[in-house]
């Protein structure tokens, strides 16, 4: 019997080692399939701004496939971050796709290896394709777009193969042609466009609006006028590009090239080394003076330059496809773009205003998601001064007094968890965000600075409105700081999907995470204008002029900023005006001062930060209103400390102030469940010393 018993578990053992072999056969051969199921690649089309536009490249070789193409990005110290696409992709199918990844996202995986993962519907990875550091070194050349009747003539615009210089990076340039049916197509991936002897007016509505929309988001325009300055200028907006002609000259005549030609004015030098006579060129005068913004004389090239939102035009006096050009040596032509890219370099404070940024919107945020140690007071308070005295006189009373050591620890655990039952009360049930949204008041483009909890443990995504086309990691530090994420592609923290109504930012919830800090760009309506009066402000203290808030939204305080001085005044209501030397004195200014960095500012009008007990106005408003002043300060085009470099040296400083008014319940950034905090801060210019709008 016991032998027949040993026989009977020899066999079983070895129908179930079989059977455990059949089935790790069967997952070996199946994953062995899905390995060479899906092909990808990850690559960067270029940088802008605010971040990266990355290409996404897939193919499918299996079954039809329906899922979701994720793009992780990890890092070193940071949380890594997913980017990801619905996606359906038929057998033998190949698709290709971009997404924008921020500049902070970037940042933060500097680590740069990258994944690329492929999930079906039920969210399991069926394959996962590794990459190196896409973001370094994944550009090897500088795409240059060309809308000419004369592709060919522009040839020498390759620079003979000389590099550019590219945020410190070196590039050779590569030419591609382009008409109105491909520009769709390859407008995303060049960082330059040269428009030059073609006539804009003959493109389509849209692709007029691509190639304007391009440049505001990041890209660089080149015009060549000439002889052929009438056709290559029209078309365009008079609010994106308002240049005229006033006429053009005859070659063998002075012409305004030839006459600044010389070293105070253009790169005289360069183009005589390159025996170029702007003498034997046909030269348009333009008249730019109804720009607005700062457009300027270039003093290293005959063009009118400036910047447009996050990009920039410049619109030089000759064409491109004038046979004298064709002097020019590679390194001249190389000096051209690097010009023109240089100049829209700012002097700045960003890490400085990035750091106060973060505390600034930490301060927004009042609530603590982990336990609300109010309960935690409270107990205490009650052991000592009830619980812990009537415990003694009761067992005094019972002669039990041996046991109070025994009590006093049971009721120290009953506490603990006492506060963690209670503070479970306390977490956030709901997605919750909050949020500053900063914008021009006249419309163009909005940043979007906020937080976000999760609901408990969950994973949990908040639908971002229509008009966001961006979404990462916000700025600065404290937000997402995580040690465990350290070169892993397996995991991640933030999430941004798009499944095809618009994009979904998420935290993938992680023990000691509580929050996470998210920036979002996309475009904004126009809410009115900000128009002022005769400003002025002196070192002696003189104030003057009106400021109107031609806006449609109650504002609870506005800011006057002129280079160090700030001004902040309370309520001004839509379509109100406010007299700045008037309303100083009968004290609705509730902030006046001077500073010298923007710590100065956070630590005197945030009163979390100072010593100050109260200074009068709301605090998280202000710390809303700073975070409005450091967007202004980066996108504003000429302010002090942000002049455009000109032949390495600072031009004349302009009178520029900045005006900055927040408002309370503004637009939502989310839609869908979620309970949200939004402030908004609409932004203007204004010269100083004179009527205009500061909308320009």
């Keep these: 019997m016991r032998k027949q018993l040993m026989k009977a578990a020899f066999t079983l053992l070895c129908v179930l080692s079989l059977l455990a072999g059949k089935e790790n056969n069967t997952v070996y051969a199946r994953e062995e399939r899905a390995a060479g199921t899906f092909t990808g690649d990850v690559a960067m089309l270029k940088q802008e701004d605010n971040g990266y536009v990355m290409q996404v490249t897939v193919g499918n070789s299996g079954a039809d496939f329906t899922g979701t193409v994720q793009v992780v990005f990890a890092g070193f110290d940071y949380g890594n971050c997913a980017y990801q696409t619905q996606i359906t992709l038929p057998s033998q199918g190949k698709k290709q796709f971009t997404f924008h990844i921020t500049d902070t996202a970037a940042d933060t995986t500097r680590g740069g290896l990258c994944a690329l993962n492929f999930l079906n519907e039920k969210g399991d990875v069926l394959q996962s394709i590794e990459f190196g550091n896409v973001l370094e070194h994944a550009v090897t050349e500088v795409s240059v777009g060309v809308l000419s009747e004369d592709f060919a003539g522009l040839s020498f615009l390759e620079a003979?193969?000389?590099?550019?210089?590219?945020?410190?990076?070196?590039?050779?340039?590569?030419?591609?042609?382009?008409?109105?049916?491909?520009?769709?197509?390859?407008?995303?991936?060049?960082?330059?466009?040269?428009?030059?002897?073609?006539?804009?007016?003959?493109?389509?509505?849209?692709?007029?609006?691509?190639?304007?929309?391009?440049?505001?988001?990041?890209?660089?325009?080149?015009?060549?006028?000439?002889?052929?300055?009438?056709?290559?200028?029209?078309?365009?907006?008079?609010?994106?590009?308002?240049?005229?002609?006033?006429?053009?000259?005859?070659?063998?005549?002075?012409?305004?090239?030839?006459?600044?030609?010389?070293?105070?004015?253009?790169?005289?030098?360069?183009?005589?080394?390159?025996?170029?006579?702007?003498?034997?060129?046909?030269?348009?005068?333009?008249?730019?003076?109804?720009?607005?913004?700062?457009?300027?004389?270039?003093?290293?090239?005959?063009?009118?330059?400036?910047?447009?939102?996050?990009?920039?035009?410049?619109?030089?006096?000759?064409?491109?496809?004038?046979?004298?050009?064709?002097?020019?040596?590679?390194?001249?032509?190389?000096?051209?773009?690097?010009?023109?890219?240089?100049?829209?370099?700012?002097?700045?404070?960003?890490?400085?205003?990035?750091?106060?940024?973060?505390?600034?919107?930490?301060?927004?945020?009042?609530?603590?998601?982990?336990?609300?140690?109010?309960?935690?007071?409270?107990?205490?308070?009650?052991?000592?001064?009830?619980?812990?005295?009537?415990?003694?006189?009761?067992?005094?009373?019972?002669?039990?007094?041996?046991?109070?050591?025994?009590?006093?620890?049971?009721?120290?655990?009953?506490?603990?968890?006492?506060?963690?039952?209670?503070?479970?009360?306390?977490?956030?049930?709901?997605?919750?965000?909050?949020?500053?949204?900063?914008?021009?008041?006249?419309?163009?483009?909005?940043?979007?600075?906020?937080?976000?909890?999760?609901?408990?443990?969950?994973?949990?995504?908040?639908?971002?409105?229509?008009?966001?086309?961006?979404?990462?990691?916000?700025?600065?530090?404290?937000?997402?700081?995580?040690?465990?994420?350290?070169?892993?592609?397996?995991?991640?923290?933030?999430t941004v999907s798009d499944d095809g109504d618009g994009l979904l930012a998420g935290i993938k919830p992680e023990e000691n995470f509580d929050s996470g800090s998210f920036f979002a760009g996309g475009s904004a309506e126009s809410r009115g204008q900000i128009s002022c009066e005769n400003l002025k402000y002196d070192r002696r203290g003189t104030v003057g002029g009106k400021i109107t808030n031609g806006t449609d939204c109650d504002m609870s305080y506005m800011a006057v900023w002129y280079q160090d001085n700030i001004m902040v005044f309370s309520d001004v209501k839509a379509g109100e005006t406010i007299d700045l030397k008037g309303d100083i004195q009968n004290g609705r200014c509730v902030f006046n001062g001077t500073f010298y960095s923007v710590d100065d500012l956070l630590y005197d009008m945030v009163s979390v930060y100072s010593y100050h007990a109260d200074l009068g106005y709301e605090q998280d408003d202000m710390a809303a209103l700073l975070i409005g002043m450091s967007v202004a300060d980066r996108e504003r085009t000429s302010a002090p400390d942000q002049i455009v470099i000109?032949?390495?040296?600072?031009?004349?400083?302009?009178?520029?102030?900045?005006?900055?008014?927040?408002?309370?319940?503004?637009?939502?950034?989310?839609?869908?469940?979620?309970?949200?905090?939004?402030?908004?801060?609409?932004?203007?210019?204004?010269e100083m010393g004179g009527r205009q709008n500061a909308s320009h």
Aim: aromatic share 16%; charged share 20%.
């Design 160 to 494: 003979d193969g000389e590099a550019i210089d590219i945020r410190g990076r070196e590039f050779p340039v590569k030419l591609v042609e382009l008409n109105e049916e491909n520009l769709n197509k390859n407008l995303d991936g060049l960082y330059y466009l040269i428009i030059d002897q073609f006539d804009v007016s003959s493109l389509g509505d849209d692709s007029i609006e691509l190639i304007q929309g391009w440049v505001q988001d990041g890209g660089w325009l080149m015009v060549g006028t000439g002889e052929y300055a009438a056709q290559t200028l029209s078309g365009f907006d008079r609010n994106f590009l308002d240049v005229s002609i006033s006429g053009v000259s005859v070659p063998g005549e002075e012409n305004v090239a030839s006459v600044n030609a010389e070293p105070s004015g253009y790169s005289y030098s360069m183009y005589t080394n390159d025996g170029v006579d702007f003498t034997n060129m046909a030269i348009a005068e333009l008249d730019y003076s109804m720009i607005g913004g700062s457009f300027y004389d270039s003093s290293d090239n005959p063009a009118v330059c400036g910047p447009v939102n996050n990009g920039g035009i410049a619109v030089y006096f000759y064409s491109f496809s004038d046979a004298e050009l064709q002097k020019l040596s590679g390194y001249s032509v190389a000096s051209i773009y690097e010009e023109f890219n240089n100049f829209g370099y700012k002097y700045d404070e960003y890490s400085e205003w990035e750091y106060s940024r973060e505390r600034a919107l930490s301060f927004i945020d009042s609530i603590n998601t982990n336990v609300d140690f109010t309960w935690l007071k409270v107990m205490i308070l009650v052991y000592v001064v009830l619980v812990g005295p009537v415990l003694y006189l009761i067992l005094r009373k019972c002669r039990k007094c041996e046991w109070y050591w025994f009590c006093v620890p049971a009721l120290g655990v009953l506490f603990i968890v006492g506060v963690y039952f209670l503070g479970q009360g306390a977490r956030v049930k709901e997605a919750r965000v909050y949020s500053v949204t900063s914008q021009r008041a006249d419309g163009g483009s909005k940043d979007t600075y906020f937080l976000a909890y999760h609901a408990g443990t969950k994973p949990w995504d908040v639908r971002l409105r229509p008009e966001y086309e961006v979404a990462g990691p916000g700025s600065g530090g404290g937000g997402y700081y995580y040690g465990g994420y350290t070169r892993s592609v397996g995991d991640y923290f933030y």
């Design 646 to 686: 000109v032949n390495g040296a600072k031009p004349a400083e302009p009178d520029q102030a900045v005006i900055v008014g927040v408002v309370r319940d503004y637009d939502r950034v989310t839609e869908g469940k979620c309970s949200e905090t939004s402030y908004g801060c609409l932004y203007s210019y204004a």
